[in-house]
Nanobody, 122 residues
């Protein structure tokens, strides 16, 4: 399974962006999907995650501004970000837990996308 994150860019404070995380590979099923970010000089932190059933959780710093969602038919997750602030500037990464099947073997794993840069100017 491979994850491709996209949608980052430069936006002014108060603006919005939507990030996408698309999964590809052979026969697989995604379980929980998360969005994380790494701000300059800080450790990577969980921003939001969503279960296979659609239950979403958010970091306090983004509650009410960010929305995580997923389209299971497209194997894609999204992070809608509104009212962006300069402190949201970071590289955003998605990750996903998955099951995959090949030649009668079931494998459980976790994969990370490559990251997409979000820059919020004041």
């Amino acid at each position: 399974v491979q994850l491709q994150a996209s949608g980052g860019g430069l936006v002014q404070a108060g603006g919005s962006l939507t990030l996408s995380c698309a999964a590809s590979g052979s026969t697989f099923r995604l379980n929980g999907i998360g969005w994380h970010r790494q701000r300059p000089g800080r450790q990577r932190e969980l921003v939001a995650d969503i279960s296979s059933g659609g239950l979403a959780k958010y970091a306090d710093s983004v509650k009410g501004r960010f929305t995580i969602s997923r389209d299971n038919a497209k194997n894609t997750a999204y992070l809608q970000m509104h009212n962006l602030m300069p402190e949201d500037t970071a590289v955003y990464y998605c990750n996903a837990d998955y099951w995959s099947w090949s030649s009668g073997t079931t494998v459980a794993g976790r994969e990370w996308g490559q990251g997409t840069l979000v820059t919020v100017s004041s």
